[in-house]
Each structure stands twice: as C-alpha cells, then as structure tokens.
T-cell receptor, first 116, second 116 residues
Framework: AQSVTQLDSQVPVFEEAPVELRCNYSSSVSVYLFWYVQYPNQGLQLLLK??????LVKSINGFEAEFNKSQTSFHLRKPSVHISDTAEYFC??????????????FGKGTKLSVIP | DVKVTQSSRYLVKRTGEKVFLECVQD?????MFWYRQDPGLGLRLIYFSYDVKMKEKGDIPEGYSVSREKKERFSLILESASTNQTSMYLC???????????????FGPGTRLTVL
C-alpha cells in the first residue's frame, strides 16, 4: 500500500514570488507520481506526472516537479506565480506499472493562495 | 477532449432517502472511479470499476453501492443517505492498458451533496 503526505495544508504567496509545494510518499514498490490541480468549483485536472526517465518533469504553465527516490519526495515548484495559479494542488501516487487500474492514492491537498 | 459529466452539480436530500449520482464518460474508457472529497482529508476512493458489471471496493465503501450496466456510465448509490455523507463526490475515468495516457484519470466537475 502507498501513502502520500503533503506537508502544508495552505500556502500563501505574493504574486511573482517563487513557490514550493511539498509532497512525500511511502511505498514498498516502484511508483508513478502525479500532481493534480483543482481550480475553484471545478474537478481535478492533471498538472504533471513522473512515470520514468528524467526525474525533472514540467507542465505547460511553468510548474515543475522533481522525483527524488532517496528522499521519497516529489515537490512541486514554480519560479514566479500568477494570480491564476490560486487553486488546490493534490499529490498522488500509483503502483508502477499499474495492475490495469492505475488506482491513485491522493494526499490531503495544499491550497495555494496567490496574493496580489 | 475527454469529457466526464456528472448529473448534478448540487444536490440536497433528506436523511434516509435513496440517492443516485450518475457519471458518464464519452471516451470509451474501461476504468471508472468514485471519490469523495472532504476538507482536510483530500480524495478518498469509494468504489471503482474495470469493466461493465465489474466493481471493486475502495477505501471507504461503507454506506455506498455502485452500478455499471454500460461502459460509459457509472452510478453511485446511497441506499439510505445520512448526514455524514454530506460531501463533494467526484467521478473519474481512465483509459485501458496500452493507451498513451492510461495512467491519467480524467475527472468530472463534481456533485456537492448535502444531506439534511
């Protein structure tokens, strides 16, 4: 079984400042790692994912995350945030390769508030 | 684009009522999932389904049942609603193994259920 810990429930940050949202996981097997984002009054959507290969993965809107196997972490970073990044961010893990379902285990979420 | 729709955005029911939450996806996905989302608890898996008429319990199945009579539709049923089932319910689907995005879950907008 896997578990995910998001260390911060809320992160306020000023516009154009950098941000890091922390995620640690626990698993006895190899994993796939994901960050999903939920904008207000919407469902979740995939932001980025690590399956294999390069440990640094990037999204189209400037976020990046680095898989660190020794520290069992997958922290999400952005060098300069925008008001539109205000949302709740969820880290998730699944077994790799999945048993056909790619069942996800989610963290409790981090609410990012960007302050003008 | 993948589209996952849920029958209602907001629903108010009384204790003891039988409640049906419907989810439909239009991408011929085999895997479908029901989660509930509560503040500070993140997403918790209720039930999932790999195929028509097939279902598996998730982490919190008590008080819920599901139905999947057609591939595109996955229903969540609360046999006798209780106040502790007041929550946001999210449906998701994912493609079968072999698809390029088989690891990705696509979410609907959610149904906010209030049980009085």
């Amino acid at each position: 079984a896997q578990s995910v810990t998001q260390l911060d429930s809320q992160v306020p940050v000023f516009e154009e400042a950098p941000v890091e949202l922390r995620c640690n996981y626990s698993s006895s097997v190899s994993v796939y790692l994901f960050w999903y984002v939920q904008y207000p009054n919407q469902g979740l959507q995939l932001l980025l994912k690590y399956l294999s290969g390069s440990t640094l993965v990037k999204s189209i809107n400037g976020f990046e995350a680095e898989f660190n196997k020794s520290q069992t972490s997958f922290h999400l970073r952005k060098p300069s945030v925008h008001i539109s990044d205000t949302a709740e961010y969820f880290c998730a893990v699944s077994e790799a390769p999945g048993a056909g379902s790619y069942q996800l285990t989610f963290g409790k979420g981090t609410k990012l508030s960007v302050i003008p | 684009d993948v589209k996952v729709t849920q029958s209602s955005r907001y629903l108010v029911k009384r204790t003891g009522e039988k409640v049906f939450l419907e989810c439909v996806q239009d991408m011929d996905h085999e895997n479908m999932f029901w989660y509930r989302q509560d503040p500070g608890l993140g997403l918790r898996l209720i039930y999932f389904s790999y195929d028509v008429k097939m279902k598996e319990k998730g982490d919190i199945p008590e008080g819920y049942s599901v139905s999947r009579e057609k591939k595109e539709r996955f229903s969540l049923i609360l046999e006798s609603a209780s106040t502790n089932q007041t929550s946001m319910y999210l449906c998701a689907s994912s493609p079968p193994p072999g698809a390029s995005d088989t690891d990705t879950q696509y979410f609907g907008p959610g149904t906010r259920l209030t049980v009085l």
